[in-house]
């Protein structure tokens, strides 16, 4: 299995290792395989068995066909998903018949399930990844004897996921870039209650997407890049995207009696992470009627699958909103999506991308009909719809099943969009507790935190605040390495 970037195939091919420390490919592409593997009925049956045994053993399986045993032995892969995917680990399920499952699957009603991604130690779905991809890194440099800074940007959840999932790990530093003001009080004190001396937080003066477009300049100077071996944890990091395709199946095994179903999955997205994964899980074989993507009141992407138009926002026209981790107008991966739309033509990719700096948009409305074919839907939802939507599931589910704004989105979504005997797999962001203010204000009670993080509002916070500029970032890395 080797890999390419979206906007140079003819580059030079890399193997897993390599793009695992990259993050971004020279050419400012990002790496995806070449192509997918796929999956045969037969092999679909031998996946869902796994996962009855465990969810280690359903990732090891899938993380098999997209590393070569040159770059991680099958032994020591196995010992990784092992180490990683624990219910000492993910011990935070609200349910407790659900506490030795890693992703368990909750019935809302008799076509609307919940699959519970955010049972990790920063009770969001961004641990399924970082968990693993912690793991992966420390085990690669180790390997080389190399070490690594990671350069990240996060709307609320990645930062404090990626740096749980670093915090004391050898030859790793963390500068984690955040939207001053925007968080959450939760989210913001998980982050900065940390005072790890590999972790840095760096507050920026700005929304999310100057935040991620400083990642994106840092990484594409190569000569710093390189002197200060920079990686990434975003999702432009292809080991983010290809550990969150495992639940995808898990989630359809949990929904299904057998593989001749199909289910849709209905996810909340700002960044087109999550989703992109679901899109590869589709195109490898995963019986996956539709992928219901839901936005909040940035819908860049909403528009695009219903228009043809990518027309991302500036900062001054993002909305601050009650899903932040939503807060996002520059979907990252994307571009992922895109090169399979243009039937995997980089040199297309790269003009529209290009364009896209200079025109600020580019459409594709003349694709429509190819668009159709992967299976997209999308909608939006508002503050009041959330408000709405999850009061409505705490009665109708009497008090045992409270979701965050950000699931909320999807759930409003995903029943407006239902079809007739439709199974649809909601996709879980985070825990309620995040959210704590938006929750009172819908069902009038504070949401109950587990005693493991009572009181995490007052811990002592860490964190520098800092201009929207490159170059401060750079000087910030420089003194710190």
Known sequence: MKYISTRGQNSQKLSFNQILLAGLAPDGGLYLPETYPQISADELQVLREASQKSYAELAFLLLQKFIDSDDISAQDLRKIVEKTYTPQIYKYSRLPENAVQITPLTKINENLYLQELSNGPTLAFKDMAMQLLGNLFEFVLQKYNRQLNILGATSGDTGSAAEYAMKGKKNIRVFMLSPHGKMSDFQRAQMYSLNDENIFNLAVKGMFDDAQDIVKAVSGDAEFKAKYAIGAVNSINWARVLAQIVYYFQGYFLATANNNQ????????????????????????????????????????????????????????????????????????????????????????????????????????????????????????????????????????????????????????ATDLQNADEKIVVLETAQAVKFEKTIIEAIGEKPIRHSDFANIENLPQHFEVVENNVADVKKIIEKNC
Not at 279 to 305: C, S, W, Y
């Open 262 to 413: 199909k289910i849709s999955f209905a996810v909340p997205t700002g960044n087109f992470g999550n989703i992109c994964a679901g899109h590869i899980a589709k195109q490898m074989g995963l019986p996956i009627e539709r992928l219901i993507l839901a936005t909040n009141e940035n819908d860049v992407l909403d528009e695009f699958f219903k228009s043809g138009i990518y027309r991302p926002r500036k900062s001054a026209e993002t909305f601050v909103t009650s899903s932040p981790s939503m807060d996002i107008s520059k979907a990252s991966n994307f571009e992922r999506f895109i090169y399979d739309v243009l039937e995997k033509n980089s040199a297309e990719v790269k003009k529209y991308f290009e364009n896209l700096v200079e025109n600020q948009q580019f459409s594709l409305q003349d694709k429509l009909t190819d668009l159709a074919k992967f299976g997209f839907i999308s909608g939006k939802s508002s503050h009041q719809d959330r408000l709405q939507t999850i009061k409505k599931i705490y009665q109708q589910t009497q008090g045992k099943i409270l979701i965050d704004t950000h699931t909320a989105d999807a759930v409003k979504v």
